[in-house]
């Protein structure tokens, strides 16, 4: 275990580079990647089996110092800290030799908390063939978008629609996509990127597994949106150019598919 000294937490933060603080020494023989952006206090995850149980590796990437006991600090497999915001880090982080060894990869928020193990959904994803995908929110998550909230009688939706807070992309989907992944910091308009250049894939939002979005969605005062203010990110215009780029004025979220529980419609 590494000796985690105040000193040296007191330099993680957001940066333009990704520096790397622990490393697996060797492949892990796990088959998935959970990529956890974190600040200080990360959410706890009581779902998420005992490391000897486990079928994925965890890369925390931090943007603020973690208490020396933080859990994710100990339980991850990789540890890093920079990058401008998730996707700028992973980008920066992830390259072929890292990327090659998964199956796939789930990209997290550290106030998302999951109801479930992220290899059991990352192994569901993987066996239905879905190139991208995410867990339903459940009631009590503060919720953008309502094709992303839980639908009870629905084993999942299949959708143009994964939202940035907690997706999931297969690794051939994986490797065509992050080339974008810094086209916005803010993350705004990257689910729409997805959507429109990947709509022939299989995406979707699985019911079966839930998950929590435990703080608000604060555009006017939170204090991410604060930090991309300082450091001359507008969200709204990186959704603009995204846009533009796509030749769209706007985007309409869709549900292609059904699977309920006891049943299927669709095409």
């Known amino acids: 275990m590494n000796d985690w000294n105040a000193e040296t937490l007191q330099q993680f933060a957001n940066t333009d580079a990704v520096s790397i603080h622990k490393i697996a020494p060797q492949p892990s023989g796990r088959r ?39 859990w994710l600090l100990h339980k991850a497999d990789y540890v890093t800290s920079g990058g401008l915001s998730k996707f700028h880090a992973a980008k920066l982080f992830l390259g072929p030799d890292v990327i090659d060894r998964y199956a796939g990869a789930f990209f997290l928020d550290d106030d998302v908390q999951t109801h479930f193990d992220p290899g059991r959904f990352a192994a569901f994803a993987t066996e239905q063939g879905f190139a991208l995908a995410q867990a339903s929110l459940t009631p009590q998550s503060y919720a953008c978008h309502r094709v992303t909230q839980n639908h009870p009688s629905c084993a999942w939706r299949e959708t143009n629609f994964i939202e940035v807070m907690a997706p999931y992309f297969s690794i051939s989907s994986l490797r065509d996509a992050i080339g974008d992944f810094d086209r916005s910091i803010s993350t705004w308009g990257l689910d729409v990127l997805w959507g429109s250049r990947y709509h022939t894939r299989r995406m979707a939002v699985i019911d079966g597994f839930t998950m929590t979005h435990v703080r608000p969605f604060d555009p006017s005062g939170g204090e991410y949106y604060a930090y991309l203010q ?25 549900t292609h598919r059904v699977m309920f529980l006891k049943s299927e419609i669709g095409p």
């Open 32 to 70: 998935y990647l959970v990529f956890v952006r974190s600040g200080s206090r990360p959410v706890e995850q009581p779902d998420w089996p005992p490391d000897d149980r486990r079928g994925y590796d965890i890369v925390a990437n931090f943007y603020a110092p973690p208490d020396p006991d933080c």
């Open 230 to 254: 300082r450091i001359g990110i507008d969200p709204l215009r990186e959704l603009r150019m995204i846009l533009q780029d796509l030749r769209l004025t706007q985007y309409e979220i869709e």
